[in-house]
């Protein structure tokens, strides 16, 4: 049974820092590439970054580029959001998700996703 659990969420003031991390057990983490979504209070959930299997390849919604970075270690079975220069307009409920199926590379889209955990929220106060 897959796990997905993160942590690291918090209240941090516009300008600053958090990472966020997902541990993820329950089947061979380096098989599935691996995604963070984040939901807005009123908005659906969107996507946020992704990171393939071997993590060579990532990719960023345009509103986090140059600001965000997804890593993962593969040692620890954990992926990483590191969240640098946070605007209020980051304030949501975060959630790390892992594809369905193994070895199918990056996505953003939400339905490629089976696992998802339970969510760490990011509040950024101006």
């Known amino acids: 049974q897959v796990q997905l659990v993160e942590s690291g969420g918090g209240l941090v003031q516009a300008g600053g820092s958090l990472r966020l991390s997902c541990a993820a057990s329950?089947?061979?983490?380096?098989?599935?590439?691996m995604g963070w979504f984040r939901q807005a209070p009123g908005k659906e959930r969107e996507f946020v970054a992704t990171i393939s299997e071997g993590g060579s390849r990532t990719a960023y919604t345009d509103s986090v580029k140059g600001r965000f970075t997804i890593s993962r270690d593969r040692a620890k079975n954990t992926v990483y959001l590191q969240m640098n220069s946070l605007k209020p307009e980051d304030t949501a409920v975060y959630y790390c998700?892992?594809?369905?199926?193994?070895?199918?590379?990056?996505?953003?889209?939400?339905?490629?996703?089976?696992?998802w955990g339970q969510g760490t929220q990011v509040t950024v106060s101006s």
């Open positions: 329950g089947r061979t983490f380096s098989n599935y590439a």
């Open positions: 998700a892992q594809r369905r199926l193994p070895f199918r590379g990056i996505t953003y889209t939400q339905a490629e996703y089976d696992y």
